[in-house]
């Protein structure tokens, strides 16, 4: 079982940063953890997800450039830092995690384990 939490949305101009924190708790040991987004009316979307034990990251082609996924195994903690957004990063981002499975899916479905979701809004 793996809880996981998090923390860090709010309100941003267009152009602004946030940097969004998952804090993962009980067996992280081989997990793939990943950023999903679900925008009002919309299916959830794959954002980033890196690997607990090692450095690969992955992803989507929308956010290249502009996101970096990274992981402190001291704090048991996966950050999101968001640079340059856009009204179009507006939607609810949700942490989750799968057990040993690398790449992970970008499809929600590939994972077993998910956060409460929080908010990000980005003004124009």
């Known amino acids: 079982q793996v809880q996981l939490v998090e923390s860090g949305g709010g309100l941003v101009q267009t152009g602004g940063s946030l940097r969004l924190s998952c804090l993962a708790d009980?067996?992280?040991?081989?997990?793939?953890v990943g950023w999903f987004r679900q925008a009002p009316g919309k299916e959830r979307d794959f954002v980033a997800a890196?690997?607990?034990?090692?450095?690969?990251?992955a992803y989507a082609d929308s956010v290249k450039g502009r996101f970096t996924i990274s992981r402190d195994t001291a704090k048991n903690t996966v950050y999101l830092q968001m640079n340059s957004l856009k009204p179009g990063d507006t939607a609810i981002y949700y942490c989750?995690?799968?057990?040993?499975?690398?790449?992970?899916?970008?499809?929600?479905?590939?994972?077993?384990?998910w956060g409460q979701g929080t908010q990000v809004s980005v003004s124009s």
């Open positions: 890196i690997r607990w034990g090692g450095f690969s990251t």
């Open positions: 989750a995690a799968v057990q040993g499975t690398w790449p992970p899916s970008a499809d929600p479905s590939g994972f077993d384990y």
């Open positions: 009980g067996r992280t040991f081989g997990i793939s």
